[in-house]
């Protein structure tokens, strides 16, 4: 069944579009899916489907305005276009960055400068969604700590668009002709034009979500297929009238399918890819039943004057809110619970009412920089600038706050420092006292590289992803070959094989790939979208890594790995921590049969999965707080089981759970240390302090090997 339709009037004697109440309304309903979403994440799983509603409708309107003026005057004038942007969106922008970068120089410790300071300045010149993207950062990461301007990579996109629409609908006249009138055929042929890069846009959308989640959803052109989708609508119709009943459907069917993105979505959720489609193609058929002039069954609510003003502070309340949300933890002192949500909220509305009044309406009518294209780019230019400025003075400040901060910093001493702490016989007053410093800088990197491994091997390098290095402790005439292969949870215990090897005279070689376990198993992805490697480079890495550990035959291989969050399934039924014990036991005997001691260095407990990675800077003088369960901070792990199954000496499990935990709780902090770096990795000089550990369970009988 297909909508009866009628056409519509000529383009000359239709009346002005009126405003439409129903677009406002959206718009507030994807500022409060958004903002909700960032407040209560459990509750509001799919909020992010905003910025997707915002898409459609930029693509609606901008491609509707342009098409008029193509229309009235056979041409886009380009600079006034540009200008009418620039005063409409960057005043209130660059005030809220400038203010967030303050923010981070009074309140975030200055460790966190300089990733706030590169997104700031990729903010300001709107290309943060491309920073994001070459950083592999998910929207809902837990390994990041999100900066106060994470959130302009979908504003970063929508200038893109702005800058390239006009472009393609003004070539799409050039290819039909100059003249115009109604329903041409030159408007078809815009219509096509902007069909196929819908289309392109939406497949590519779809792969990479597939192939590379993390950078698909920020990229730009995974998300033209949105603005696309809007521009067909402005396009085509206009030159139909819905009847009431259909209107009615659509709008409800849209409704329905915007609001259960909301609830339905979360952040295992594949997105953009297909998902996406559900809250775009709803926020369509909102907007294509709002072509009927009569009232439809929403328009008394959506006409309502909250919702209305809601709409209008849209952008200034998307610009304000997420710094609040970054921020007001280190200013309170106090994780975000609700009272000090709504508390945000509350704040962020009035900022947003004060900035929508007193910076984003005045700023388009402000007239040093109106009737002038180039007024308007110095004016930009300037405020870039400005923004610029506050930028590198948080960067420079970076810089000179930890100019003395190195991975090769001397350790703290003392019987009670650290794991020492928990070490079986201690008699520690108070093991779990507040550390004196919980900054994470230079000297707790866990992935810090010597001067020893200066040198690369040529095998197992993958595109730009360099994954083996070669350091020499023996300067030259080392006394052992040994590896340390996995992923960054291998990574996180070089700081302790490095300081054995140092000691000892090892050569040490490294390889390890983020995200991807070092066992013969059927790989199929992470358990968190920010854990995302590429599945079928992973695997090829795995095989051929194993392979060179058994032709080089070393006399230690050190290896570990994220086990517990990497999904494995080979289709057997089998459990999967099983599937996972079996392929490690695989690799182990094979590396254990060419002759090599393998060492097994179980995972520590859990750190942001269970806790936030900020706990212990929130906790002040009670970092017990951030202490969580042992059964959940330390579940079963594969490589624990995969070591108690082999029964062979030259197969040894150090797991050193003990020294993070006791028999109830396992610790953000021991010994005075912070045990973690970030959410999931351990801090470098914890590592250090178990290199003793480590070394007593190597020179130990196999009896005492399980540490």
């Known amino acids: 069944m297909t909508a009866p339709v009628t056409a519509a009037p000529p383009a000359a004697a239709r009346p002005r579009a009126p405003f439409r109440t129903d677009i406002q309304a959206l718009r507030a309903v994807a500022i409060g899916a958004v903002v909700l979403n960032h407040l209560w994440p459990t509750v509001f799983t799919g909020g992010y489907v905003g910025v997707d509603v915002f898409f459609v409708i930029s693509g609606f309107l901008i491609t509707g305005h342009l098409w008029g003026e193509l229309e009235r005057t056979g041409r886009v004038r380009l600079g006034a276009f540009y200008s009418r942007r620039i005063r409409r969106l960057l005043p209130a922008a660059l005030l809220v960055l400038t203010v967030a970068a303050a923010l981070v120089a009074l309140f975030l410790p200055y460790t966190r400068w300089a990733r706030n300071a590169g997104e700031i300045a990729a903010s300001a010149g709107y290309v943060e969604n491309w920073f994001l993207s070459a950083m592999s950062v998910n929207y809902s990461a837990l390994n990041d700590s999100a900066s106060v301007a994470q959130h302009y990579w979908s504003l970063s996109v929508e200038e893109q668009f702005y800058l390239i629409w006009p472009l393609l609908l003004a070539g799409a006249v050039l290819w039909g002709g100059r003249r115009l009138s109604g329903a041409s055929p030159r408007r078809r042929r815009a219509f096509t034009a902007l069909a196929v890069v819908g289309v392109l846009s939406f497949a590519a959308s779809v792969v990479f979500t597939a192939v590379t989640p993390a950078q698909a959803y920020f990229i730009t052109f995974t998300r033209a297929w949105e603005f696309a989708v809007g521009g067909l609508i402005a396009l085509g119709a206009t030159l139909v009238r819905v009847s009431k009943p259909w209107a009615q459907t659509l709008s409800l069917a849209g409704a329905v399918a915007v609001v259960a993105s909301v609830f339905l979505y979360d952040h295992e959720t594949a997105f953009p890819g297909v998902a996406a489609a559900l809250p775009a193609l709803g926020t369509a058929a909102i907007i294509i039943a709002g072509t009927v002039t009569r009232p439809l069954w929403h328009t008394r609510l959506s006409a309502a004057a909250p919702v209305q003003w809601l709409g209008g502070v849209s952008y200034s309340l998307y610009l304000w809110h997420w710094p609040l949300i970054v921020v007001a933890p280190f200013a309170l002192s106090m994780e975000l619970r609700t009272p000090v949500k709504i508390g945000i909220l ?154 054995l090897a140092r000691e000892r005279g090892w050569r040490v070689t490294t390889s390890y790939y983020g995200g991807c376990p070092a066992a013969d198993v059927a790989f199929r992805g992470f358990r968190e979208p920010w854990g995302q490697p590429d599945i079928d480079q992973c ?169």
């Not at 600038?385 to 001397?410: E, I, K, Y």
């Not at 042992?630 to 579940?635: F, G, M, N, V, Y």
């Open 346 to 499: 509350a704040v962020a509305l009035l900022l947003a009412w004060a900035t929508k009044n007193l910076v984003e309406d005045p700023g388009q009518r402000w007239r040093w920089w109106s009737g002038s294209v180039r007024r308007a780019v110095g004016g930009m230019v300037a405020g870039i600038l400005v923004v610029l400025l506050c930028a590198g003075a948080l960067l420079v400040g970076s810089q000179l706050r930890g100019a003395d901060d190195v991975p090769t910093a001397a350790l703290p001493t003392g019987s009670c420092v650290g794991p020492d702490a928990l070490a079986p016989g201690a008699d520690c007053p108070d093991a779990f006292a507040a550390p004196a410093s919980v900054e994470m800088t230079a000297k707790n990197e866990y992935f810090y590289t010597p001067p020893e491994c200066g040198g690369f091997l040529d095998i197992l390098s993958y595109g730009d992803k360099q994954t083996t290095t070669r350091c020499d402790f023996g300067a030259g005439q080392p006394t052992a070959d040994v590896w340390l292969v996995g992923d960054s949870h291998a990574q996180q215990w070089q700081g302790a094989v490095f300081d």
């Open 539 to 707: 695997v090829r890495w795995s095989r051929e890594v194993a392979g060179e550990i058994a032709t080089e035959r070393p006399q230690i291989v050190f290896t570990s790995m994220a086990a517990r969050e990497q999904i494995v399934d080979d289709g057997s039924g089998s459990p999967e921590i099983d599937q996972f014990a079996a392929g490690l036991e695989r690799d182990w005997t094979r590396w254990a049969d060419a002759g090599s001691q393998v060492v097994a260095l179980a995972d520590p407990p859990l750190n942001g999965v269970v806790r936030s990675p900020d706990c212990l800077l929130l906790a002040g003088d009670d970092p017990v707080s951030c202490a969580r369960p042992r059964a959940e901070a330390q579940p079963a792990d594969p490589l624990v089981v995969a070591a108690q199954a082999i029964d062979r000496p030259d197969v040894r499990l150090i797991d050193l759970t003990d020294r993070f935990c006791d028999a109830s709780l396992c610790y953000a902090a021991v010994g005075g240390l912070p045990v973690y770096y970030d959410a999931d990795h351990l801090n470098l000089q914890f590592v250090r302090l178990l290199a003793p550990v480590i070394a007593s369970t190597l020179d130990a009988g196999p009896a005492q090997a399980a540490g």
